[in-house]
């Protein structure tokens, strides 16, 4: 049977999001490249101590996260080329935008972008408060029980997809995984991101104070963008486990095929 799943606006912002945030993530990584260093606090340069680096020896890239030190030759920190030259810098040309180091053309592409998601974003809160669409996103007490949590855990790892009208709810998972980027992440990332600018700073420096720095604003930045990363990878499994066909059509025509719940 064939029903309407997606609204009109939820399909727009889906692949207008898609595209911003892709766009925003590999630029993101090109300006990440021309300091491949995390701190906490107001400031931080190459003297200070990072909680976080991605650098070169002469034969190996490495990747540090405080005590934790793993070697990333040929991933992270040191690299080939297409043309087979080894290059010394955190993320790999296929990773970034633009493929070569170009510090200006990156921020030009990631500041484009992040009005791009800025806006949509607004939008699609508004409209999904006044339409009620939020109330989706939230789950209810019940659903929150520990029991109920880990029976939804236990059908994921078992791939027991919802069938029949249930297939059309969202379940506690994805209630905590989409509310989670919709109203934690995707303001985190906004917010950080305007923390780290001089201009913000200086009109509106309570932006700054919120995350206790502008480097600290850059560190909740990084592990913002990894977190939605993460997200969007643990999603695209989860389409192609479910039927990626019946799930990219119904997020582009709003129609979904639902299969009949078995007696």
Do not use: C
């Not at 606006?9 to 590999?26: E, G, K, Q, S």
């Not at 090109?30 to 680096?53: Q, S, V």
């Not at 236990?154 to 506690?172: C, Q, S, T």
């Not at 001089?198 to 977190?227: K, N, Y």
């Amino acid at each position: 049977m064939i029903v309407r799943r997606h609204r009109l606006p939820v399909r727009l912002w889906h692949w207008t999001n898609a595209i911003a945030v892709f766009v925003l993530l590999m630029s993101g990584l090109m300006i990440f490249n021309a300091h491949p260093r995390l701190y906490w606090g107001h400031y931080g340069a190459n003297p200070d101590p990072a909680w976080l680096e991605i650098y070169a020896t002469r034969s190996t890239g490495v990747l540090r996260v405080g005590d934790l030190r793993v070697e990333t030759t040929g991933v992270l920190g040191r690299w080939s080329d297409p043309g087979g030259v080894s290059r010394a810098l955190a993320f790999p040309h296929w990773a970034t935008i633009p493929s070569t180091y170009n510090l200006a053309l990156a921020r030009r592409w990631h500041i484009a972008f992040a009005w791009v998601l800025a806006v949509a974003g607004s939008l699609y809160l508004v409209w999904a408060a006044a339409s009620r669409h939020a109330a989706a996103l939230l789950p209810t007490r019940r659903e929150l029980a520990p029991g109920h949590v880990w029976q939804d855990i236990k059908a994921h790892a078992l791939l027991r997809f919802p069938r029949g009208e249930a297939a059309l709810r969202y379940n506690v998972l994805q209630k905590l995984a989409y509310g989670g980027v919709v109203f934690i992440l995707l303001p985190a990332i906004v917010l950080s991101g305007l923390g780290m600018s001089p201009a913000i700073d200086a009109a509106w420096p309570w932006v700054v104070d919120l995350f206790g720095g502008r480097q600290s604003a850059r560190s909740v930045h990084f592990i913002s963008a990894a977190l939605i990363l993460a997200f969007i990878a643990v999603h695209l499994l989860m389409v192609l486990l479910a039927g990626p066909v019946n799930g990219i059509i119904s997020m582009i025509t709003g129609r979904y095929r639902i299969r009949e719940e078995t007696p």
